[in-house]
């Protein structure tokens, strides 16, 4: 039972099959908020049963504590901060118990790629139909688009016009791009499979999975580290201007689209030590736009994965996850860490999705996993 347990959870990782709560705290100006409705996943359910059966009390260090306490403690959505907050620590035990599994890569195998090759053929599909396929799939995640829908992403093609970017059962194209990264790097597959992922990802159209699809065929691990503190300063970059006041350009599209401009920047200003609290980005964003700003599309994460953190844990817990990340030495946690810089630079799906959230874990997992770093 256990096995099959583990299995199922595996396999149905990519999956968004859940259950949408909407109390207050989920709206924001009027306007349902998907990142901060409290979702209970199938995935969920299955990670809880699997815990059930292979429990063992986890050795956390005590900083973590003292982070999550203090972040709800000074959250400006103390009630959102704290369901999110239990919602990642269903994960961490995860990650813990995944610490202590024997022959864990040689298990995952099977499921994993199974459901790789499911996402991908759905992909290629899509791209194919200029549009959802439907049906049953819409259990595993998929949405339903064709051409017209509103704000689905899109690729000009010149002269060809526009193609729709395929989703598979994802939220977004960049989201299914950084999730097929991490499969890439976490398994030694045969040349076939490895080749069909790296079709699948250049098929994104994601330019940041791209181009770490192209640095990650340098094995230097210097050069990786080198690149990977790069990324991270590249990430943070916009905080130039709240040392240098630089007026922020309404319009801007490098600011407006990739990191909400100076709004953001207020925020992190304002909540420098502490924080807005796990998930309160948003509503604090909402206090700095202008009413007429305010919209569905504007009321979104900062595409910058530095950026979010520090605004969400501020610097404390931003100092913290960079004490322990920097203990990572082998070369399957710095490509993890790669991965995760570069596409990260512009994108926040690491901190905000379930599915590349669940797949971290298991990628960290087996980089850190007692047994597998003995089999090195």
Request: aromatic share 14%.
């Amino acid at each position: 039972m256990k096995k099959i347990i583990f299995w199922l959870l595996i396999f149905l990782i990519p999956t968004q099959l859940g259950l949408h709560f909407w109390p207050d705290f989920s709206f924001v100006a009027g306007f349902k908020i998907d990142y901060l409705s409290p979702t209970i996943y199938l995935t969920d359910l299955i990670l809880i049963v699997y815990l059930i059966f292979s429990w063992k009390k986890p050795a956390i260090n005590p900083l973590f504590f003292i982070l999550i306490i203090i972040n709800i403690f000074f959250s400006t959505q103390p009630l959102l901060s704290l369901f999110f907050w239990s919602k990642l620590s269903l994960y961490f035990l995860l990650f813990f118990s995944l610490l202590e599994v024997r022959n864990l890569k040689k298990l995952i195998y099977t499921p994993l790629l199974a459901s790789t090759i499911l996402v991908i053929l759905i992909q290629f599909v899509q791209l194919y139909l200029q549009k959802s396929i439907s049906g049953p799939l819409y259990l595993l995640g998929e949405r339903a688009f064709n051409f017209y829908t509103p704000n689905i992403a899109k690729l000009n093609l010149g002269n060809l016009g526009l193609i729709i970017r395929p989703y598979s059962i994802f939220s977004h194209p960049n989201s299914l791009a950084g999730y097929l990264l991490i499969v890439l790097v976490i398994q030694k597959w045969s040349k076939p499979i490895k080749a069909l992922i790296s079709v699948a990802i250049v098929l994104t159209f994601s330019k940041a999975a791209i181009l770490t699809l192209i640095f990650l065929q340098i094995k230097n691990i210097k050069i990786l580290r080198k690149t990977i503190v790069v990324a991270l300063l590249a990430g943070l970059l916009p905080l130039l201007v709240i040392f240098t006041n630089i007026n922020y350009i309404p319009g801007d599209s490098f600011l407006t689209r990739a990191y909400m401009g100076y709004p953001t920047l207020e925020i992190i200003k304002q909540n420098f030590f502490t924080g807005t609290g796990l998930r309160a980005f948003i509503p604090s964003l909402a206090k700095h736009l202008s009413p007429s700003y305010l919209s569905h599309s504007s009321l979104q994460p900062v595409h910058s994965l530095p950026l979010l953190m520090l605004s969400e844990l501020g610097i404390f817990g931003l100092v913290l996850l960079a004490t322990i990340i920097k203990k990572f030495e082998n070369p399957l946690l710095i490509q993890i860490l790669f991965v995760i810089a570069l596409t990260g630079a512009v994108d926040h799906y690491w901190w905000t999705l379930p599915q590349n959230q669940l797949i971290l874990i298991l990628a960290l997992a087996l980089g850190l996993n007692k047994y597998e770093q003995k089999n090195r």
